[in-house]
């Protein structure tokens, strides 16, 4: 039973977040300052000279923009499926009073 008293949702921890980040960006320049060997990738026509630490933050982000375009359209069916249903819903609910 409530006594009255509010319960607070506790907030997250943004002081750790913002340490997390922290590391994982110097762990990245670390990573960028010690992998700075040039690498020539070879693809069909195209031969591209670049520092590995660019090519696998590149690919990284090209994976990451891959991702969020099959999880975007896995989002909107799931959407379009819960309004049909929640209309569907709606309708039987209206015609049984």
């Not at 943004?14 to 110097?26: G, R, S």
């Not at 990573?31 to 069909?44: D, E, I, S």
């Not at 923009?65 to 896995?74: D, E, F, H, N, Y």
Request: charged share 10%; no cysteine.
């Amino acid at each position: 039973m409530n006594s009255g008293r509010f319960n607070f949702i506790s907030k997250p921890d943004y002081m750790k977040q913002l340490i997390f980040a922290i590391v994982i960006a110097l762990l990245a320049v670390v990573f960028a300052l010690q992998n700075t060997v040039p690498v020539t990738v070879n693809l069909f026509f195209w031969d591209v000279t670049m520092s590995l630490a660019l090519l696998v933050t590149l690919l990284l982000i090209t994976g990451m923009l891959v991702g969020l375009l099959i999880m975007s359209k896995t989002v909107y069916n799931k959407n379009t499926q819960l309004r049909s249903m929640q209309k569907q819903q709606n309708s039987t609910i209206q015609n049984k009073y």
